[in-house]
């Protein structure tokens, strides 16, 4: 054991000296300029849509109520009867409706519509309101594909092409890690 204690203090200043690099790397006035960008895609239809403080989800553009009287469910899937899967497919239809296999609303703990900026930047990483690690927040806003369906969202019923937000995920992807890495400070 003797043996090991410089070991793990040597150890413990490194970790030490990790975490001082990393907040010298922290320049909060850029991060929250930053986070200004980042957000004009999470307030954007394709999030907010089912992002939403409502107990159904909205649609379209406009984010009207769903048609058909959907509602969220106990589980986020919808109700017993009219689950989302029943028309929502795995991949967007001709017809206009949209698909992925993971189809579903966000947990209300997570829901964005009624928030402000700094509001909603705290909640990604609010442990209490189910806000998720750096890496399970990188994975989750570049590679689930449930999220990336906003940027392949085909067409509504109209045959009209659905809005993408306002950045491709590459560059949203790019001023996440940037936010990440000048160390995710929120807007007031």
């Known amino acids: 054991m003797l043996g090991r204690l ?17 907040l010298a790397a922290a320049d909060p006035p850029r991060s929250v300029v930053l986070f200004s ?8 239809p394709r ?10 989800p909205r649609q379209d553009d406009d984010r009207h109520r769903h048609i ?9 899937h919808g109700a017993p009867a009219l689950r989302c899967n029943t028309c929502h497919g795995n991949a ?13 609303l966000a947990p209300v703990r997570m829901q964005w519509e009624t928030l402000s900026d700094g509001e909603i930047c705290r909640s990604l990483t609010d442990q209490k309101r189910g806000g998720m690690t ?11 594909s449930l999220v990336g369906w906003a940027w392949d969202p085909g067409v509504d019923v109209t045959g009209r092409p659905r809005q993408q937000p306002p950045l491709s995920r590459e560059a949203f992807m790019h001023l996440v890690r940037q936010w990440i890495d000048t160390g995710a400070a929120c807007p007031g």
């Open 6 to 22: 410089p070991f793990l203090a040597s150890l413990a200043l490194f970790g030490s000296a990790v975490m001082a690099g990393a």
């Open 37 to 44: 960008t980042i957000v004009t895609v999470l307030k954007h």
């Open 47 to 56: 999030c907010l849509n089912c992002h939403t403080a409502t107990d159904f």
């Open 68 to 76: 058909m009287n959907v509602v969220r469910g106990a589980d986020g």
């Open 92 to 104: 967007n239809s001709r017809a206009g409706v949209p698909g992925n296999p993971a189809w579903a």
């Open 134 to 144: 750096f890496p399970k927040l990188i994975h989750h806003l570049g590679e689930d």
